[in-house]
């Protein structure tokens, strides 16, 4: 059973209770604050007994004075028969007005802590309690594997749009939640006398007058326990009953309980508060904010956070339950020749594993699928494949842990491994679990039948490729239909299109394509985000980083020309007034962080298009820094008019530019880097983040050239990534 399971099952079977005391509690937080607003200003350091003369001077038939936690006084009395109760000004004495608690809120803790069902409902919200306790501790240890540990907890949050407010939610809500739970276990075990709040003995109380004639009463004001006590400490105060003798006055504080005799003002006895009722004390504090109205906002607010919690843990899991595994003809393991072991956290990579799968099954083959944790070899085996995810910050995912182990245990036999992994490049550790399952193979003697390769984000084009080689090496044509789960599409007609010639024969166009005003609306976006196209015949989107976001009121996209590419085709061959069926994919990794830290930009070719979106929207002036690569001036300087205008308004602060292919044009974009180096180690010096778009040649060579400028500050490139610095987007 893993930690992720128990959070699953845990969240999904008590979610509801846990929601519906989520919002009571963010209900009930408003008590505290109505109190607060209510209480007078109390007066400086005034005594119990000053307090007592004054309200028994203006309250007649007083027989109670209770210090609400919030600080409200309130009297209570009998006018004959009928019980009174006064809020009172602790300046003089005089009543406010009637005190009356308001049905809401009383309706309310009835719901909050036992369901309006007395005793047994009291046990089900103990049962509650205990069950977010844990999930409070099973999140948290989800939440240090996916940040990569406690130094790493406050990092940047990468992944879709649910992930990332799932973890930000719970990274503030699960201390809240835990504290929550455990004060609420506290109270119940309190309510059921699993806890003895009270001392153990009770004092011996004999009032002076026992045997003897009764003498006056003394005034509060003579009674030194009451002089002592301030009012700031007073819990109530109980006076002694005119009608028997023998009774005292008895004052109960936060640090114990005191007894005084009425006609001589002698303390009868005086007990300590035990460290059971301190903690009582503080647990109610802590779990209702009542008394700390600061507090009992953030109470609030967290009950709220668990609406949002809530959902967003739904929706992941719905995710993971439509992505879960559905592996037809899959043969006994000691029948099949080829072997397929997958390692998936949120169930995407079993996709590609039923892809994979099939397509052998197809070429003749006997396939067994299983997960990575169950690695092995029959003495059958052909090959061997292994689908790897990475979960967090290099982390194995959970049903997978002990894979590593199981492979150093595994004597390897001729079978020869090909190891795919699947991550994301924004992370500093992409594909790491992959890259460590292929180098424990690689240390126990496994031949690789190809070399390690990576898929970003899940990318089809780039498994298709892998296809490719996978069909070549095994010398047999091989069918892998990879078929992703599309969202519904949009309908986005052509505005405006910028041709351009191409520098080596392959032409670009700028696309600027109109956002729906009916029908299936795009939802919201920005630069550097990804606008998907799927074009007639092809069940593969392919994505085009976006120049331009939501505000911007068009979808702009530049386009290179591909020989026997669909989309790029369909692209090229788009007239004004036509449209194409797209839908948006966020692209959280590469979005611009917020701050004013000055940014350093570079592209090359058509990357420059989410990097001009990011000038486009600057519109605070942030400083941003273009190193930009193209082959000629003349016939692919994308964005090159708009870039001069951005320049001139204060948008773009500085502008350098390369040209491969044109007689002493700079070379490439690294080495415009390379020419400006002092300016670009100022820039990473004074903590610029830098977002990186373009070819993977590109990137090495420029990821060479900031390696190089990092040294002398004590930093590299892997760093920035960690602190969320350094992103790139690659083709």
Same mark, same amino acid.
């Given at each position: 059973m893993s930690w992720k399971w128990l959070h699953r099952w845990l969240g999904l079977v008590l979610g509801t209770l846990a929601l519906v005391l989520g919002i009571t509690g963010a209900a009930l937080s408003l008590d505290p604050l109505r109190n607060a607003w209510l209480t007078p200003p109390a007066v400086q350091d005034q005594s119990v007994a000053t307090l007592a003369e004054r309200v028994q001077a203006q309250v007649p038939g007083l027989e109670e004075i209770r210090r609400l936690p919030s600080g409200l006084l309130v009297a209570f009395a009998f006018d004959g028969d009928q019980p009174q109760a006064w809020r009172i000004d602790p300046a003089t004495g005089r009543p406010l007005g009637a005190y009356q608690p308001s049905a809401l809120p009383r309706w309310l803790k009835n719901l909050h802590r036992s369901w309006l069902a007395g005793d047994a409902g009291r046990l089900t919200s103990a049962a509650v309690a205990l069950a977010m306790l844990g999930l409070s501790v099973t999140g948290l240890v989800l939440l240090l594997r996916r940040m990569g540990g406690w130094r790493h907890l406050a990092g940047t949050v990468r992944g879709t749009l649910a992930q990332r407010l799932h973890v930000l939610t719970g990274r503030v809500l699960l201390p809240v939640l835990a504290l929550s739970a455990v004060t609420a276990l506290w109270l119940s075990a309190a309510t059921f006398g699993l806890v003895s709040l009270d001392a153990k003995v009770e004092p011996e109380v004999v009032s002076q007058a026992n045997g003897q004639a009764r003498q006056a009463d003394l005034p509060p004001g003579r009674l030194p326990l009451l002089q002592q006590l301030r009012v700031q400490d007073l819990r109530k105060l109980n006076l002694p009953a005119p009608d028997d003798p023998q009774d005292s006055w008895q004052v109960t504080t936060s640090a114990g309980q005191g007894w005084v005799d009425r006609s001589s003002g002698q303390t009868l006895a005086w007990q300590d508060a035990t460290a059971a009722q301190r903690v009582q004390d503080w647990a109610l504090l802590l779990h209702t904010g009542d008394g700390a109205w600061a507090w009992a906002v953030v109470l609030g607010v967290m009950g709220l956070s668990i609406v949002l919690f809530w959902a967003t843990g739904l929706w992941l899991w719905w995710q993971a339950r439509q992505l879960a595994p559905r592996i037809s003809d899959n043969s006994p393991l000691q029948q099949a020749d080829a072997l397929i072991f997958v390692a998936s956290e949120g169930g995407s990579s079993w996709a590609f594993t039923q892809a994979l799968h099939a397509a052998l099954v197809q070429a003749g083959r006997r396939v067994h699928t299983t997960g990575l944790e169950?690695?092995?070899?029959?003495?059958?085996?052909?090959?061997?494949?292994?689908?790897?995810?990475?979960?967090?910050?290099?982390?194995?995912?959970?049903?997978?842990?002990?894979?590593?182990?199981?492979?150093?245990?595994?004597? =390897?036999?001729?079978?020869?491994?090909?190891?795919?992994?699947?991550?994301?490049?924004?992370?500093?550790?992409?594909?790491?679990?992959?890259?460590?399952?292929?180098?424990?193979?690689?240390?126990?003697?496994?031949?690789?039948?190809?070399?390690?390769? *990576?898929?970003?984000?899940?990318?089809?084009?780039?498994?298709?490729?892998?296809?490719?080689?996978? =069909?070549?090496?095994?010398?047999?044509?091989? =069918?892998?239909?990879?078929?992703?789960?599309?969202?519904?599409?949009?309908?986005?007609?052509?505005?405006?299109?910028? #041709?351009?010639?191409?520098?080596?024969?392959?032409?670009?166009?700028?696309?600027?394509?109109?956002?729906?005003?009916?029908?299936?609306?795009?939802?919201?976006?920005?630069?550097?985000?990804?606008?998907?196209?799927?074009?007639?015949?092809?069940?593969?989107?392919?994505?085009?980083?976006?120049?331009?976001?939501?505000?911007?009121?068009?979808?702009?996209?530049?386009?290179?020309?591909?020989?026997?590419?669909?989309?790029?085709?369909?692209?090229?061959?788009?007239?004004?007034?036509?449209?194409?069926?797209?839908?948006?994919?966020?692209?959280?990794?590469?979005?611009?962080?917020?701050?004013?830290?000055?940014?350093?930009?570079?592209?090359?070719?058509?990357?420059? =298009?989410?990097?001009?979106?990011?000038?486009?929207?600057?519109?605070?002036? *942030?400083?941003?820094?273009?190193?930009?690569?193209?082959?000629?001036?003349?016939?692919?300087?994308?964005?090159?008019?708009?870039?001069?205008?951005?320049?001139? #308004?204060?948008?773009?602060?500085?502008?350098?530019?390369?040209?491969?292919?044109?007689?002493?044009?700079?070379?490439?974009?690294?080495?415009?880097?390379?020419?400006?180096?002092?300016?670009?180690?100022?820039?990473?010096?004074?903590?610029?983040?830098? *977002?990186?778009?373009?070819?993977?040649?590109?990137?090495?060579?420029?990821?060479?050239?900031?390696?190089?400028?990092?040294?002398?500050?004590?930093?590299?490139?892997?760093?920035?990534?960690?602190?969320?610095?350094?992103?790139?987007?690659?083709?």
């Open positions: 169950h690695f092995c070899a029959p003495p059958g085996a052909r090959q061997l494949f292994v689908l790897a995810a990475t979960y967090g910050e290099g982390q194995a995912p959970a049903h997978a842990a002990g894979a590593l182990a199981r492979i150093a245990q595994t004597p =390897a036999t001729a079978a020869p491994v090909a190891v795919l992994g699947f991550g994301d490049r924004q992370f500093p550790a992409y594909c790491a679990f992959a890259e460590a399952v292929a180098q424990a193979l690689q240390a126990r003697g496994w031949q690789a039948l190809l070399p390690l390769e *990576r898929i970003h984000q899940q990318s089809a084009q780039e498994f298709a490729r892998w296809g490719d080689a996978l =069909a070549q090496t095994l010398g047999q044509p091989l =069918a892998i239909d990879y078929r992703p789960r599309l969202p519904a599409l949009s309908e986005l007609p052509l505005l405006v299109r910028q #041709d351009f010639e191409g520098g080596a024969g392959d032409p670009a166009v700028i696309l600027r394509l109109g956002l729906p005003k009916e029908g299936r609306r795009l939802p919201r976006f920005v630069a550097g985000d990804l606008l998907a196209i799927v074009a007639p015949g092809s069940s593969v989107p392919r994505y085009y980083s976006l120049a331009s976001g939501t505000t911007d009121g068009f979808a702009e996209i530049c386009v290179r020309r591909r020989a026997g590419g669909l989309c790029s085709s369909l692209l090229h061959g788009l007239q004004p007034g036509a449209s194409v069926p797209a839908f948006i994919r966020a692209n959280p990794g590469f979005a611009l962080a917020g701050g004013k830290a000055p940014l350093l930009l570079i592209g090359a070719g058509t990357g420059v =298009a989410p990097l001009a979106g990011f000038i486009r929207g600057n519109a605070s002036r *942030r400083p941003m820094h273009l190193f930009y690569g193209t082959r000629t001036p003349e016939r692919d300087f994308f964005f090159g008019q708009e870039l001069q205008g951005w320049q001139a #308004d204060g948008r773009l602060q500085s502008l350098h530019t390369a040209f491969s292919r044109t007689p002493d044009g700079g070379g490439h974009v690294q080495d415009a880097l390379q020419r400006n180096a002092a300016q670009v180690g100022a820039l990473l010096a004074r903590g610029a983040h830098v *977002r990186v778009c373009g070819s993977r040649p590109m990137a090495h060579g420029v990821s060479q050239v900031l390696q190089a400028l990092l040294a002398p500050l004590g930093l590299s490139l892997a760093q920035l990534k960690e602190r969320g610095r350094y992103a790139e987007d690659l083709f």
